[in-house]
Nanobody, 128 residues
Framework: QVQLMQSEGSLERPGDSLGLSCKVS??????????MGWFRQAPGKEREMVAV????????DYADSVKGRCTISRDNYAKTLFLQLDNLKPEDTATYYC???????????????????WGQGTQVTVSS
């Protein structure tokens, strides 16, 4: 059984930086051939893509709302996905989810419907 275990949530101040991690384990899931993504869902809103990365980390993409202050990365040896979000804003408050799917090619996947496995969610609150 594939499991995605996310780091714990936090309370941050505007302007701070946040680092999240997501470790994949279990099953016959080949992390090095997996496309990964970070999504978030704020109260009363739909889940949205934050950042996506392909299997070799040769391609990444970001939501406009975080572009320029967000970095998605991965360590295929450690089977871990990372998200760094700088200059936090109150509107970054949300539950953050990592997601994984098998990928035959080095594609990026932008929709939550494209992903098969999800982390448990991490609550991030940005408030002064």
């Amino acid at each position: 059984q594939v499991q995605l275990m996310q780091s714990e949530g936090s309370l941050e101040r505007p302007g701070d930086s946040l680092g999240l991690s997501c470790k994949v384990s279990g099953g016959d899931f080949d992390f090095s051939r997996a496309a990964m993504g970070w999504f978030r869902q704020a109260p009363g809103k739909e889940r949205e893509m934050v950042a996506v990365i392909n299997w070799l980390a040769t391609n990444t993409d970001y939501a406009d709302s975080v572009k320029g202050r967000c970095t998605i990365s991965r360590d295929n040896y450690a089977k871990t996905l990372f998200l760094q979000l700088d200059n936090l804003k109150p509107e970054d408050t949300a539950t953050y989810y990592c997601a994984a799917r098998r990928s035959l090619l080095g594609n990026l996947y932008y929709s939550d419907e494209d992903y098969d496995y999800w982390g448990q969610g991490t609550q991030v609150t940005v408030s002064s």
